[in-house]
């Protein structure tokens, strides 16, 4: 089946620091998501990406459907200690059941004051 | 503003015993999904819905049953608990599958002891 390997699994950064995170696919996704969950709550979609290439940003945070149909990257820039979180990507294949969505294991990211 | 909401939120039952998560939209969203989230494996899909009554298997469906008589419910249960069914269970719901982004519930806490 389809896979999705999300790296790092872990970072922790200085304050002001930027950081960079991506997904790889096993095969050819239509859609790329990321989402951020925080301790306790259910994750919060970030940026959503509908086209090879497109690159998109939500204030501090740009992310990226890559070329190859296969990947995206999600960058956010001079972290904030609100930023603290588990980030994950999440991709959508194409017919039948592959209109689910997959999901990453997360980067939990922390940051330093 | 309610959005989608999920009851109890935390949970402690003993193995063996039925238990019954729900979840509920206002939002009037055709699609609504059961994931599980467990160290390690990120978030698994067990059900998915896609309109009242009609209902579909997701990557892990073993021990868990779900029912939709209204679009706004989607409750799951667990007809003989697992002590491997110990997991943080979340609701979402989507407009439509292919192209639109899932909303998550807050998240119920489960221990089977």
């Known amino acids: 089946g389809q896979q999705l390997n999300q790296s790092p699994q872990s970072m922790f950064i200085q304050e002001g620091e930027d950081v960079s995170m991506n997904c790889t696919s096993s095969?050819?996704?239509?859609?790329w998501l990321w989402y951020k969950q925080e301790p306790g709550e259910g994750p919060v979609l970030l940026i959503a990406?509908?086209?090879?290439?497109e690159l998109t940003s939500n204030g501090r945070l740009t992310a990226q459907f890559g070329i190859t149909r296969k990947d995206s990257f999600l960058n956010i820039s001079a972290s904030i200690p609100s930023d603290v979180g588990i980030y994950f990507c999440?991709?959508?294949?194409?017919?039948?059941?592959?209109?689910?969505?997959?999901f990453g294991k997360g980067t939990k990211l922390s940051v330093k004051p | 503003d309610a959005g989608i909401t999920q009851s109890p939120r935390y949970k402690i039952t003993e193995t063996g015993r039925q238990v019954t998560l729900m979840c509920h939209q206002t939002w009037s969203h055709s699609y609504m999904f059961w994931y599980r989230q467990d160290l390690g494996h990120g978030l698994r899909l067990i059900y998915y819905s896609a309109a009242a009554d009609i209902t579909d298997k997701g990557e892990v469906p073993d021990g868990y049953v779900v029912s939709r008589s209204k679009t706004e419910n989607f409750p799951l249960t667990l007809e003989s608990a697992t002590r491997s069914q110990t997991s943080v269970y979340f609701c979402a719901s989507s407009q439509g599958l292919r192209t639109d982004t899932q909303y998550f519930g807050p998240g119920t806490r489960l221990t089977v002891l």
């Open positions: 095969s050819i996704f239509n859609t």
């Open positions: 999440a991709g959508r294949g194409y017919g039948g059941s592959q209109g689910n969505l997959i």
């Open positions: 990406l509908y086209k090879a290439g």
